[in-house]
């Protein structure tokens, strides 16, 4: 399953501290936000969040998921209930089939791999498969002091369940992204840090704004009420041709058995004279000779 995205370059906002020295609109860019992400950049054209809709995401999440000016992309078993504009893609709910990420990874025919900060390895993903070629990532620091100073948001009460593990899942996402991006360049993909810091930064080139000359833009199908009914006409109108040319060989096929059946009656009739006509001429012969 493919979505064609509107251009083949898009700003990746994740929920990194340095997300707040950039203005991710500024490029003209379709502006994709990862999960908790949603708290700092409310408006952004796509969000992606792999869990459930829970506090994490907050108020805003609240807010984002019935806007339907939000597309949202979800793992196609992440519920949808109440949600408005939201697009499920097949993923791999398990682990299963990631010893052969080399080979499936980024391959639009595959379900999405399931990596270890699911969002955001889900959200690559995507994109890759639906059209876009570079990524220019914010927000990616991949490294922090502490805990309160893992986000670009002001951390809640709720936000400190997650207080005893931050420094893993920062290590778990670097150690993924140095593995994967040797395989996107391979693919003809790019990534570019947008500030995101030196860890980040050793594994990928810093964001030129040069990139933004080489952008392409794709056209977007709208499928309208119009263009839906025209198209619903063509179907019938070709089911119409369909069923007279399925009419037209039912009734060659009909006279070719008929001629078939004739054939074999002036066939059957021929064999029928034969031994009259072979004695005549016997007996004509003998008639001769007798005189």
Known sequence: ???????????????????????????????????????????????????????????????????SNITKIVPNKTT???????????????????????????????????????????????????????????????????????????????????QHNFKKTLDQIKNT???????????GFQWYSWECGEVFESMVPKYNPDILNNVQYYEKKVETVEYIKTKNKEIQKQKVVDLKEKKKLKEFERSRLEYKKLLKKS??????????QNMKIYFDLLHKRKK
Request: net charge neutral; glycine share 6%; with cysteine.
């Open 80 to 162: 949808r209930t109440t949600g408005v504009n939201v697009i499920q893609h097949p993923y791999r709910e398990t682990k299963e089939g990631n010893h052969l990420f080399e080979s499936i990874l980024f391959d639009p025919t595959q379900p999405l791999l399931r990596g270890p900060h699911k969002t955001l390895t889900f959200a690559i993903q995507w994109l890759h498969v639906s059209g876009v070629k570079n990524i220019i990532f914010a927000g990616n620091d991949l490294q922090a002091q502490n805990f309160e100073s893992k986000y670009s948001y002001q951390i809640q009460n709720f936000d400190k369940k997650k």
């Open 1 to 67: 399953m493919n979505y064609q995205f509107p251009t083949d370059t898009c700003v990746v906002a994740c929920s990194g501290p340095s997300l707040n020295k950039v203005d991710v609109f500024s490029l003209g860019l379709p502006v994709c936000v990862i999960s908790t992400a949603i708290r700092t950049i409310k408006n952004p054209d796509y969000w992606f969040i792999a869990d459930h809709l829970n506090e994490m995401h907050g108020q805003e999440g609240k807010e984002a998921w019935t806007d």
């Open 267 to 276: 066939e059957d009739k021929r064999q029928d004279r034969k031994p009259d």
């Open 177 to 187: 992204l140095s593995i994967w991006y040797p395989i996107a360049k391979t693919k």
